[in-house]
């Protein structure tokens, strides 16, 4: 399996030890850049695709080999993430291709905003996909986001088509994405498909919204809470499989 290490791209920031983000121990790789506006975003100052550090794919994998110990002992891998790393599609192909080559397990967390053939090449290189789907309402959706739901579900679709394994991630947010039927539908959609081997429901926080005054934005769910623990047990005994 070639590819092209001397292909550039431009990381806002790397975790050597993630453990959220996939199984074991994870090498995390966080592409600048984003097509969505979610309001909700506790990492704003990823949206911007030139503001991180412009880096070649052999750099990025001499350094991913440093922990490959690590990874192997607690059977983790690499993630790749972002801001939305299909805004450096390109990149973000390559960057799997060549974690592939060298043995270690893939996972693209993304929000799948992206169009079906690009989505195809990738996923013939990812081992686990983390799927966001900030709500199953294309209104509510699209009032969160900036963007339509329509190619998150396609994205989905087709990672049960090459049989790719994924996780699922919503984030309950109080008066935006706690519908009940909405999250009713989405469980029911979800159920149908093979490939689904988790879901995970994210309390709503604001540990980000400093990043927001930071860039000059206004953080518009400011006067939100966190779920409560009752809505957040409804939530994750409706999103099970």
């Not at 995390?28 to 097509?35: D, Y």
């Not at 972002?82 to 599609?89: D, K, L, N, R, T």
């Not at 893939?106 to 966001?132: H, M, N, V």
């Not at 394994?165 to 159920?191: C, K």
Request: with cysteine; net charge neutral.
């Amino acid at each position: 399996m070639t590819y092209n290490s001397e292909l550039t791209g431009f990381v806002h920031s790397v975790e050597t030890a993630g453990m959220v983000d996939g199984p074991g121990v994870r090498y995390v790789v966080f592409l600048s850049g984003c097509s969505l506006r979610c309001k909700y975003c506790h990492n704003p100052d990823t949206w911007k695709v030139n503001s991180g550090t412009k880096m070649t794919i052999g750099e990025l994998i001499k350094d991913i080999k440093k922990y490959r110990s690590y990874m192997t002992f607690s059977g983790g891998g690499v993630t790749i993430t972002g801001g939305e790393p299909f805004v450096q599609s390109d990149f973000l192909v390559e960057l799997l291709t060549a974690c592939k080559a060298n043995g270690f397990h893939t996972t693209l967390d993304t929000s799948g905003y992206t169009d079906i053939a690009t989505a195809e090449q990738a996923l013939k290189q990812t081992d686990l996909l983390l799927l966001d789907i900030k709500s199953f309402n294309a209104e509510t959706y699209k009032q969160l986001t900036g963007v339509e739901l329509a190619k998150t579900l396609d994205v989905l679709k087709l990672s049960e088509q090459l049989k790719i394994p994924v996780w699922v991630r919503f984030v309950l947010v109080p008066s935006h994405t706690d519908n009940l039927d909405d999250m009713r539908n989405m469980a029911n959609f979800l159920q149908k498909l093979n490939n689904i081997q988790k879901i995970d429901v994210l309390p709503f926080h604001k540990m980000g919204e400093y990043k927001w005054q930071e860039i000059g934005k206004p953080y518009e769910l400011a006067n939100i809470q966190p779920p409560t623990a009752e809505l957040l047990a409804v939530a994750k005994q409706i999103l099970t499989l």
